[in-house]
């Protein structure tokens, strides 16, 4: 990646998605990680899964970003995902960012927790996916 903000890396870890990535979220960061994603998604759709966010920095989504989001979490929903689990790290205004993401992914009908450690977040994802 040649920014240092949005995505960083993804991965697919039995059924969990994991986006890891920094700071301000515009919809080109939005955009390209969904078009990143599109073939790996669709090893995920066959099943429940859940997307688990290592974000780091103050990870605020733009409006723009923050409306495209909430359609791609939609349509998602439909496919299997049941949750999203954050980790949020070096960040100033970590209060802020939860509740913002919060308020998109509640928006969008997905199931939001924040966590202080990956395991943690973890257990809690593969609990709502077997449910």
């Known amino acids: 990646m040649t920014s240092d903000q949005g995505l960083q890396r993804l991965s697919i ?4 998605l ?5 700071g301000a979220w515009r919809l080109s960061d939005i955009t390209r990680s969904h078009t990143q994603l599109s073939k790996d998604l669709e090893t995920l ?3 429940t899964w ?7 920095g103050d990870s605020i989504i733009i409006p723009e970003a923050r409306e495209r989001l909430i359609e ?10 049941k949750a999203t689990a954050l980790v ?11 509740a913002h993401l919060n308020d ?9 927790e924040e966590f202080t450690d990956i395991d943690s977040a973890k257990k809690w994802l593969n609990e709502k996916i077997r449910c």
Do not use: M, Q
């Open 45 to 47: 759709h066959s099943s």
């Open 104 to 112: 998109l992914y509640s928006n969008a009908g997905d199931e939001f």
């Open 88 to 98: 949020l790290t070096d960040c100033s205004v970590p209060n802020l960012v939860a």
């Open 50 to 56: 859940g997307v688990l966010l290592l974000l780091k």
């Open 18 to 22: 994991i986006i890891e990535g920094r």
């Open 72 to 81: 791609i979490v939609k349509v998602d929903k439909t496919k299997g995902r």
């Open 13 to 16: 870890e039995n059924n969990l």
